[in-house]
C-alpha cells in the first residue's frame, strides 16, 4: 500500500494538461465488443479502472496490447458472455458490459458492479431499459442474467437522467433491430463523446447532449481510431487545488463550456478566471470566500465529482457554505479525515454545513474512495505542515502520476511504498 506525504502551505504555478476523461474511456472499452475489427483508443489514462477493464475484455477472449498512451483491441475472438464477479465487484463501469455483450451474444451474465464506497448505485434503471428492448431478465445468487433472441428497437423514457443507463442503452440500441429512442437521456460530456466514437464506427445516433437521443439499429459496426475527450474532473481538481494553494495555473485540453458550473463557483469564491479555446487559466490570491450554496445536479449542474474537492476548498474559505449532494447518500464519508485537518464540517443526510477556518493543519488521513481521496490531497496541499494521505489504490483509480503533475506545479508531494 502506497500513502502520499505532503509538505503543504505552497502556491502553485504552471500549465498542466488534463488526461482523456475517465468516464469516457470505460465505455469505449465496452464499446469496442460491438466490432470484430481493430479498435484503437489513443492517449488512455495510466488509471486502475483501464487496467481492470482491459482485464475485463481479455476473460471475454479479447486481445488488448497498450502501446505507450494507445490501446489496441481486437475483439474478433471474443468468446465469453460471462463476467467474473472479482473484476464486476471491483469496478461499477463493467456495468456498460450488459448492452455491448447483448449486442454481441445476446447473452450476458454479470455480477452486480461495485466500484466506489459511496453509497447505493442501483442498476434497475438499467435492466427495465434492457427489457424494453427484449431482453429477459433473472436475478439469482448476486448474479444477473440477460438473454433475447434478438434486441428490438423501443421508445425508453428514463425516470432519471442516470449516464450509465443512457450509455448501456445506445450500446444495446446500436445494433438492434429498428429505432431506439430514449427520453430523459443524461446530457454529459462522456455521453457525446460515446456518440462521436459509435458513429466513427458506423453507427446512426443522434441527439447526445440534449434530453433525447435517438438510434437507427445497423447490422455491422468497423474498426476506429479515436482520442477520447479530455477529462473536466480532473482539470477541476487541479482548479481547486491552485483555489485552495493560491497562485496561477492553466489546465488545457477541456472546455470551459464543460466545466461551466464549477468555473461559475470558482468565480463566486473570488478566483480570477480566463477561458480561451481549450485552455482555463486560474489565479488565486488572498483569503477567498465560501459558496453560500453548492448542490449537486446531472449536468449541466454542478458535478458530484467534484462536490468533494470544493468542500475541501470551502473548509478555509471565509464564512458557511451549504453543500447538497443529490446523487450519492453517504458521499460525505470523507469529511472526518478533513475534520482531522481541523475542518469544521456538520454532515446531516445529503447536507454538509462548511464553517469555513483560516486555515487546516497536517494530519495523517486514510482515502475511502476515489473523490474523497482527491479532496483529502487538496486539504493536504493547502494545509500547515506535514499530511500523510494513505491507500492510495482509490485515488489511482481516477487519476495518472496525480503526484508527478502537482509536483510540476510546485507542490511539495511525493509517494512512498508503506
Not at 495555473?249 to 466545466?259: D, F, K, P, T, Y
Amino acid at each position: 500500500m502506497d500513502k502520499y506525504i505532503i509538505d503543504g502551505g505552497r502556491r502553485l504555478y504552471g500549465s498542466v494538461m488534463a488526461q482523456s476523461a475517465k468516464n469516457a474511456v470505460l465505455p469505449l472499452f465496452a464499446a469496442s465488443v460491438l466490432t470484430d475489427k481493430q479498435v484503437t483508443i489513443r492517449e488512455t489514462p495510466e488509471i486502475a479502472d483501464v487496467s481492470c477493464m482491459a482485464q475485463i475484455l481479455k476473460e471475454l477472449g479479447a486481445s488488448v496490447k497498450f502501446d505507450g498512451g494507445d490501446v489496441v483491441i481486437d475483439s474478433s475472438d471474443a468468446h465469453s458472455h460471462i463476467l467474473s464477479s472479482k473484476l464486476t465487484k471491483e469496478l461499477r463501469s463493467s456495468v456498460f458490459m450488459l448492452g455491448s455483450l447483448l449486442s454481441r451474444f445476446h447473452r450476458a451474465v454479470i455480477a452486480y458492479p461495485g466500484g466506489c464506497d459511496i453509497g447505493l448505485r442501483p442498476i434497475d434503471l438499467h435492466l427495465n431499459a434492457l427489457k424494453r428492448l427484449g431482453v429477459s431478465i433473472s436475478e439469482r445468487d448476486g448474479y444477473i442474467y440477460c438473454e433475447c433472441d434478438r434486441l428490438t428497437g423501443a421508445e425508453i423514457v428514463l425516470d432519471f437522467p442516470s449516464v450509465g443507463a443512457t450509455e448501456n442503452i445506445m450500446l444495446a440500441g446500436v445494433k438492434a433491430e429498428g429505432r431506439t429512442v430514449i427520453g430523459g437521456a443524461a446530457k454529459e460530456p462522456e455521453i457525446v463523446d460515446l456518440q462521436n466514437f459509435l458513429c466513427g464506427m458506423g453507427a446512426k445516433i443522434r441527439g447526445a447532449g440534449t434530453d433525447v437521443v435517438e438510434i437507427e439499429g445497423v447490422p455491422t459496426l468497423n474498426g476506429i481510431t479515436y482520442t477520447p475527450v479530455k477529462d473536466r474532473i480532473e482539470a477541476g481538481t487541479f482548479l481547486i487545488a491552485c483555489a485552495i494553494c493560491g497562485g496561477e495555473i492553466e489546465v488545457s485540453g477541456v472546455s470551459a463550456e464543460n466545466l461551466g458550473m464549477l468555473l461559475h463557483k470558482l468565480r463566486e469564491n473570488g478566483c480570477k478566471i480566463h477561458t480561451k479555446n481549450d485552455k482555463i487559466r486560474l489565479s488565486s490570491y488572498g483569503r477567498l470566500k465560501c459558496n453560500r450554496r453548492i448542490e449537486t445536479m446531472p449536468f449541466p449542474g454542478f458535478p458530484t465529482d467534484l462536490q468533494a474537492q470544493m468542500t475541501a476548498l470551502n473548509a478555509v474559505c471565509e464564512g458557511g457554505a451549504l453543500i447538497v449532494e443529490n446523487l450519492f447518500e453517504t458521499r460525505f464519508k470523507y469529511v472526518p479525515e478533513l475534520q482531522r485537518m481541523g475542518a469544521d464540517i456538520e454532515v446531516r443526510g445529503r447536507n454538509a454545513f462548511v464553517r469555513g477556518v483560516s486555515g487546516l493543519h497536517g494530519a495523517s488521513v486514510t482515502a475511502g474512495d476515489l473523490r474523497g481521496g482527491a479532496a483529502l490531497v487538496l486539504a493536504a496541499l493547502g494545509a500547515e505542515g506535514v499530511s500523510e494521505v494513505s491507500d492510495l489504490s482509490h485515488i489511482d483509480r481516477g487519476y495518472t502520476d496525480l503526484e508527478g503533475k502537482l509536483k510540476s506545479l510546485g507542490a511539495e508531494i511525493k509517494r512512498v511504498r508503506v
